[in-house]
C-alpha cells in the first residue's frame, strides 16, 4: 500500500510559530553562522545587505523596516537577530549592536528576507509563511524539493506555505515571473505529487508524476514559485456545488459570497479572485473552464491559440484542451501566457509592428433566440429594452472607449444569420443543429475510451471488482460516452473541423493586407461578446436534470474559440449591482466580456489588452467581495 500524502508531508515538514503567524521552513539550511549561546530552537532573524554604506544605525534599521514591512511574509517579530552581509568595512551604533547582531562577509550570500537560525548549528534556514485558504479554492499546498524539478505535499490540509517575495531579485527578460506565486490546476501533472483530478480514488490509486507538464516547467524556468494544486471537478466536468459529494466546491469571493464559483477550474479562478499573496494561477479550458469561472469570479481568463503551449501533462480532449490563465492584471496574463508558450521578448516583434486596422465584430441575439437559449449576445441596435440597467450600461460604456481606442466602429454581427448565408453546402442550415453535439460526444467519447475507463477497470482489478466513486452527474456523462460509437464520434470531429474552418476563414479569418502587400495595412478582426451579466447564480441553487438533462441544449458561444482553436480571453470591466437573499443587503457582481481574435494573434490580443489596462480603460481588479476597493 502507498504512503499517504499526509505521512510523506510529515516526514519533512517542521512548523514553528513566530508572533501572531505559522511558517514552515525549508529543511535544508541555506549558510551556516556561529552557533549562538542560546537554548536550542529556532530563531527568527532578518538577513540584510550593507554594501552601500559603512555604517548602520537607527535610521538603516529603520529603512529597513519601511521596505520590509512591504512583504506579505516578513514581520518586525523576525527582527530578534540581524544578520548583516556586507563587503569592506562596516560600523554599527552601538545600541544596534548590543541586539543580536551578526555578520557574514565575504561571497558567501542569501537573499535578504526573513529566516530562523537553528541555535545549536547556526544553520540559517528560509521560512514559508502558512496562509490559510479560507476560500476552499486549494487541494493542498506543496514545497519545492532543493536541487530538483519535484514537489512535495506540506501535511496541514487547509494551509498554504508561502515564500517571502524579498527572497527574489526584480524579474527579466531571462527571468519574468520571477517570485510570482501560483497555483496549479489537479487535472496538470507535477513532479513528485499525485494528479488528483478532482477524484480521491484516481488520487490514491494512481502514482506521483515522475514529470510535471511542460507548461508548468516553463513557468518554473521563468522563475515563478509554485505553492499548491488548486481543487477541480472530477476529470474536468461541470458540476453544480450541490452537485459534488466527494468534496466542497470552492467559494467565489465575489458579492455575498455565496454565489457559484463555475465549475472544472473554479479553484483556480477563485484563488485568484481570493488571496492577494497568490499572483496568478493555471487552469485548463475543454469548453469553458478557464473562461466562465474567470468571469464569475471577477478575473482576467486567457484560453489560447490550441497548440501554442504544450498540452503534456494534462488530462485532456485533443481536440480541445488547453492550458490557460487566470491573473488580476492584464500585464500579468500576459506574462504567464507568454512564458507558457515559450515566448520571449523579442519574439512576435514584427507581428506587433505592423500597421493594424480593426474590425470589431459586435456579436449579436437573432430575431427569435433559439429554442432553449436565453440572451447569450448582445442586443441588436434598434433593439435595446435595457439600456438604462446597470449590466447594459458598463458593456456599451466599455464598447465604446474600445471602439475609440482602435478607431473603429462596432459592426454588428449575428452568427445564427453568418452562419446560414455563409456555411459550407453540406453543413446544416442551423447553427445550433451542426453545433450541438459536438462537445458532448467528442469529449466523453474520449474521456471515457482515454481515461477514465481504463482507470476504472484497473481499479476494479485491484478491489475486487469494487467501482471507484464517480459524482453521479458526471457518471451520467460518462456512460453516454462509453455508448457513442465511433462512427457518431467521427461524425461530430467532423462537424468540428467545418465549424472551425469556419470560423477561422469567415468569422475570424487571419490577418490580411489591404492591397496585399506586407508592408500595407493589415486588417484583423475581434469579436466580443458578453461573458457575465452580473446576475446572481447562489450556490445553493441547482440546475434541472428532469429528463435526463445532462449535458448544455442549443449554441454554445464557447464553441466558437474550443472549435476553432482562437485565443478567447474573459476580461472583467465593471460591476452590477444586486439585492442579496442571502444577506440581504444590496452586493456586487463582475460584469465581464470575451475577446476573441483570430488563431496565432495571442500576442496582438494579450498586447491590447495591456495597452487598454495602460490607458485605464481596463483595471486591475482586487481580492475579495468587490472588483475594486474604492468604488
Known amino acids: 500500500m502507498r504512503e499517504s500524502l499526509a505521512q510523506k508531508a510529515a516526514d519533512v515538514t517542521t512548523s514553528i510559530h513566530i508572533g501572531d503567524s505559522d511558517f514552515t521552513i525549508q529543511p535544508e539550511g541555506s549558510i551556516i553562522i556561529t552557533p549562538l549561546r542560546d537554548s536550542e530552537r529556532f530563531l527568527p532573524a532578518t538577513v540584510i545587505y550593507c554594501d552601500d554604506t559603512t555604517h548602520f544605525g537607527a535610521a538603516e534599521l529603520d529603512e529597513v523596516r519601511d521596505e520590509f514591512r512591504k512583504d506579505d511574509v516578513w514581520t518586525e517579530d523576525f527582527l530578534e537577530l540581524l544578520i548583516i552581509q556586507y563587503s569592506g568595512t562596516l560600523t554599527v551604533s552601538e545600541h544596534i549592536a548590543h541586539q543580536a547582531v551578526q555578520f557574514a562577509k565575504g561571497e558567501e550570500r542569501i537573499p535578504v528576507g526573513p529566516y530562523v537560525i537553528h541555535t545549536s548549528t547556526g544553520s540559517v534556514h528560509s521560512v514559508f509563511k502558512l496562509f490559510e485558504d479560507t476560500s476552499n479554492a486549494f487541494v493542498r499546498g506543496t514545497l519545492p524539493e532543493t536541487g530538483t524539478d519535484r514537489h512535495r505535499w506540506l501535511v496541514s490540509i487547509d494551509r498554504i506555505p508561502v515564500p517571502s517575495r524579498l527572497y527574489y531579485s526584480q524579474p527579466n527578460d531571462l527571468l519574468p515571473l520571477r517570485g510570482m506565486r501560483f497555483g496549479v490546476k489537479d487535472s496538470i501533472d507535477i513532479a513528485g505529487l499525485e494528479t488528483g483530478c478532482g477524484s480521491r480514488c484516481y488520487q490514491s490509486f494512481c502514482p506521483a508524476k515522475s514529470a510535471s507538464a511542460a507548461c508548468v516547467s516553463q513557468l518554473v524556468s521563468a522563475g515563478a514559485i509554485m505553492v499548491g494544486k488548486m481543487r477541480c471537478y472530477q476529470w474536468c466536468d461541470g458540476q453544480d456545488p450541490l452537485e459534488r459529494f466527494e468534496e466542497v466546491s470552492p467559494t467565489n469571493p465575489r458579492g455575498d459570497t455565496f454565489q457559484k464559483p463555475s465549475s472544472s477550474s473554479s479553484g483556480s479562478a477563485a484563488g485568484a479572485a481570493s488571496y492577494a499573496w497568490l499572483d496568478f494561477t493555471i487552469g485548463t479550458d475543454t469548453g469553458g473552464s478557464i473562461r466562465h469561472p474567470a468571469s464569475v469570479n471577477g478575473v482576467y481568463g486567457m484560453r489560447p491559440s490550441l497548440g501554442s503551449i504544450p498540452s503534456s501533462g494534462l488530462v485532456c480532449s485533443q481536440y480541445m484542451d488547453t492550458p490557460g490563465v487566470f491573473a488580476r492584471s492584464a500585464a500579468i496574463t500576459r506574462a504567464v501566457t507568454r512564458a507558457m508558450a515559450y515566448q520571449t521578448s523579442a519574439d512576435g516583434a514584427a507581428k506587433l509592428e505592423r500597421k493594424i486596422q480593426y474590425k470589431l465584430l459586435y456579436a449579436v441575439e437573432p430575431e427569435l433566440l433559439d ?4 440572451a447569450k449576445f448582445f442586443h441588436r441596435g434598434e433593439k435595446v429594452p435595457d439600456t ?49 453535439m459536438i462537445y458532448q460526444n467528442v469529449v466523453y467519447y474520449e474521456l471515457w475510451h482515454s481515461i477514465v475507463g481504463p482507470f476504472v477497470q484497473e481499479y476494479q482489478g485491484a478491489h475486487s471488482g469494487r467501482m471507484p466513486f464517480i459524482e453521479p452527474i458526471t457518471k451520467a456523462r460518462l456512460d453516454y460516452g462509453s455508448k457513442v460509437s465511433r462512427t457518431d464520434y467521427d461524425r461530430s470531429v467532423t462537424a468540428l473541423r467545418t465549424y472551425a474552418t469556419w470560423v477561422n476563414e469567415v468569422l475570424l479569418p487571419p490577418a490580411s493586407s489591404t492591397s496585399g502587400t506586407e508592408t500595407d495595412t493589415v486588417i484583423i478582426p475581434l469579436l466580443i461578446y458578453p461573458q457575465s451579466w452580473g446576475v446572481p447564480r447562489y450556490r445553493d441553487e441547482v440546475v434541472s436534470r428532469t429528463g435526463g438533462n445532462i449535458f448544455w441544449k442549443g449554441f454554445s458561444p464557447y464553441s466558437i474559440s474550443y472549435c476553432s482553436g482562437c485565443p478567447d480571453v474573459t476580461v472583467p470591466i465593471g460591476e452590477a449591482r444586486f439585492h442579496s437573499r442571502i444577506t440581504n443587503t444590496d452586493e456586487y457582481l463582475p460584469v465581464a466580456v470575451s475577446l476573441l481574435a483570430p488563431r496565432g494573434e495571442d500576442e496582438l490580443l494579450l498586447r491590447l489588452l495591456e495597452d487598454l489596462e495602460k490607458e485605464k480603460i481596463l483595471r486591475e481588479v482586487g481580492c475579495g467581495s468587490r472588483l475594486w476597493s474604492k468604488d
Open 371 to 374: 429554442a432553449h437559449g436565453t
Open 388 to 436: 438604462k440597467t446597470s449590466t447594459s450600461v458598463v458593456f456599451e460604456e466599455f464598447v465604446k472607449k474600445l471602439e475609440k481606442y482602435l478607431n473603429c466602429k462596432r459592426q454588428e454581427v449575428c452568427l445564427y444569420d453568418l452562419w446560414r448565408d455563409t456555411r459550407p453546402k453540406t453543413a446544416p442550415e442551423s447553427l445550433v443543429e451542426a453545433t450541438e
